[in-house]
């Protein structure tokens, strides 16, 4: 082999050497849940209300992670990742929860904070502390944007989602199977623009000591953003 041609094969090598790697940093960017923010839709009924709908599983069959739950079916998760708000609205949240569940680790997320009344209804039934010892997920949103030089206001709202029973009918939703749903509403008050951030603080991640690996580690299955815009 004269030494051209021997150079001409050493540069073909590392060019698609690099090209593989580019590939595999690109499929390994591409598997982080890449979802669209759910849209508070807006009530015909009542002006300067807007309502999200979302939902917690207990697997990732039924909501963004893809066909048959993507990379992790088996994680628990969030139907939604990123939510959406107009400013200076009421957020009315219904949540329907169809995961099990046990003791919270920090009683503190028993309680209903931050809420319109510092309450929220279960299946219909107005409550401000649920019992800490059947706790499936919280929704938890806190934000401080003046910190990050943005106008928002401070938002704190946490509200815990007890466990579902898990006796009634399954229903199919997606690539799942689920009892019916527990639904859980409540309301909280936007300000002007600015991001925040939500996470469930009942450790439902398995795998790592406290419960906190998996999906409470990974973004996207008990965590998201609030933009108010
Ligand atoms: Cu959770």
């Not at 909501?63 to 992790?72: D, E, F, L, R």
């Not at 401070?154 to 579902?164: C, E, G, H, T, Y």
């Not at 799942?176 to 600015?194: D, E, I, N």
Request: a negative charge; charged letters at 10%; hydrophobic letters at 35%.
């Amino acid at each position: 082999m004269n030494q051209s041609k021997a150079l001409g094969i050493a540069l073909i090598s590392v060019l698609l050497g690099g090209g593989a790697l580019a590939l595999a940093g690109f499929a390994l960017a591409s598997d982080a849940p890449h979802q669209t923010a759910l849209d508070c839709v807006p009530n015909a009924s009542q002006p300067g209300h807007c309502t999200l709908t979302m939902s917690t599983y207990p697997d990732s069959l039924a909501g963004q992670h893809g066909k048959g739950g993507g990379t992790h079916p088996d994680w628990v998760s969030y139907s939604n990742q990123d939510l959406s708000v107009p400013a200076n609205t009421t957020v009315d949240v219904v949540i329907n929860q169809y995961d099990g569940g046990g003791a919270l680790n920090n009683a503190f997320f028993d309680q209903i904070m931050g809420t319109v009344g510092n309450t929220a209804t279960y299946d219909g039934v107005a409550k401000t502390h649920v019992d800490p010892t059947n706790i499936g997920h919280t929704f938890t949103l806190r934000g401080y944007p003046g910190i990050d030089g943005q106008s928002g206001k401070r938002i704190f709202v946490n509200v815990p989602l007890p466990a579902n029973p898990g006796t009634d009918t399954p229903v199919t939703i997606g690539d799942g199977q689920y009892p019916k749903a527990l639904v859980v509403a409540f309301s909280f008050k936007t300000g002007s623009k600015g991001q925040y951030e939500w996470n469930c603080e009942y450790p439902c991640g398995s795998s790592r000591e406290g419960q906190f690996g998996f999906a409470m580690s990974s973004y996207g299955y008990m965590s998201g953003t609030l933009t108010v815009q």
